[in-house]
């Protein structure tokens, strides 16, 4: 059983364009909530995460929007570059740091 | 060391062979997880590591599957009699205790043939 729910699976978007990214999860034993980046023939690593006592967290071009109610969250890449193409995977993680990752959304941004 | 280091990046195994990957985590991390990644999908946890103990073995998927960190640092994961659908790639990632930020590796890709 999937844990975590992400779509789409693949995205293009203009340069200078937002993409978004969806996820959703059922457990509510979830307590934290990273997005990973991850290029071909590299790890994922940590692009941003959320904590579900709040709704919206920015670093720079990059935000995370929380429904602790609906139980979802999305990634936004403001103004997206042809550097941000990528896969970028969700994750929930439970109290005892064992992660579920969504299925990967793969991004083009094209110049 | 600067990050975590995964070693061999590349194996090719013949059906049946046994393999054994390593991973050294950042120095200092206590906690340490391997995760396999099918092609097109998100990692998928196998197990995780505090220290020496193995805390939680539940995502390994077959009693082929063995992970060990026998003094609390570096760790191998082996699979022995290698099957088809064993080709992933194995990641393994690292973090500080009482943290949920892991940085991950850079990953052993096998492949089964």
């Known amino acids: 059983q999937q844990q975590v729910k992400q779509s789409p699976q693949s995205l293009i978007v203009q340069k200078g364009g937002i993409s978004i990214i969806n996820c959703a999860y059922e457990n509510t034993a979830f307590d934290y909530f990273p997005w990973y980046q991850q290029f071909p023939g590299k790890g994922p690593a940590l692009l941003i995460a959320i904590r579900p006592d709040v709704s919206e967290k920015k670093e720079g071009r990059f935000t995370i929007s929380f429904n602790k109610s609906a139980k979802q969250f999305s990634l936004h890449i403001m103004d997206s570059q042809p550097g941000d193409s990528a896969t970028y995977f969700c994750?929930?993680?439970?109290?005892?740091?064992?992660?579920?990752f969504g299925t990967g959304t793969s991004l083009t941004v094209i110049p | 060391g600067a990050g975590v280091s995964q070693s061999p990046r590349y194996k090719v195994a013949k059906r049946g062979q046994d393999v054994a990957l390593r991973c050294d985590p950042i120095?200092?991390?206590?906690?340490l997880f391997w995760y396999q990644q099918a092609l097109g999908q998100g990692p998928e946890f196998l197990t995780y590591?505090?220290?020496?103990?193995?805390?939680?073995k539940s995502g390994l998927p077959s009693d082929r599957f063995f992970a060990e960190r026998p003094e609390g640092s570096v760790s191998t994961l082996k699979i022995q009699r290698t099957q088809q659908e064993d080709s992933a790639v194995y990641l393994c990632?690292?973090?500080?205790?009482?943290?949920?930020?892991?940085?991950f590796g850079q990953g052993t890709r096998l492949t089964v043939v």
């Open positions: 120095s200092g991390h206590v906690s």
């Open positions: 590591f505090q220290n020496e103990a193995q805390l939680d």
């Open positions: 994750a929930a993680v439970n109290t005892g740091n064992q992660f579920y």
């Open positions: 990632a690292s973090s500080f205790a009482g943290t949920t930020e892991a940085f």
